[in-house]
């Protein structure tokens, strides 16, 4: 099995920029698929992004594209989501979630059995 460590996050301005990190232990990230979920206050867990075992596939929802970017590095077993121009909807906890092989979807919280704790934005004036 896989562990997850989330870190970043934090109150930010609107058009600023945050960087989150998921750390994995236990395996390896590249046999996994990895996507990162959000949830506001009163609303259901909702898809970000993903990228496939291999990242040989990445998917964005629309209202992200454009200025969030899934990453990874190898050596440090960590994948990163670069969050640009940050705008008060993108206020949520956000989480980090894994499922064993290559999976492209779709991108239900359900598909995922591996989370993380969650780490809070808040993007705020």
């Known amino acids: 099995q896989v562990q997850l460590v989330q870190s970043g996050g934090g109150l930010v301005q609107p058009g600023d920029s945050l960087r989150l990190s998921c750390a994995a232990s236990?395996?390896?990230?590249?046999?996994?698929?990895v996507g990162w979920f959000r949830q506001a206050p009163g609303k259901e867990r909702e898809f970000v992004v993903a990228?496939?075992?291999?990242?040989?596939?990445?998917a964005y929802t629309d209202s992200v594209k454009g200025r969030f970017t899934i990453s990874r590095d190898i050596v440090k077993n960590t994948v990163y989501l670069q969050m640009n121009n940050l705008k008060p909807d993108d206020t949520g906890v956000y989480f980090c979630?894994?499922?064993?092989?290559?999976?492209?979807?779709?991108?239900?919280?359900?598909?995922?059995?591996?989370w993380g704790q969650g780490t809070q934005v808040t993007v705020s004036s």
């Open positions: 979630a894994a499922r064993s092989g290559y999976y492209s979807g779709p991108y239900y919280p359900s598909a995922f059995g591996f």
């Open positions: 236990g395996r390896t990230f590249s046999t996994y698929t």
């Open positions: 990228f496939t075992a291999g990242g040989l596939t990445t």
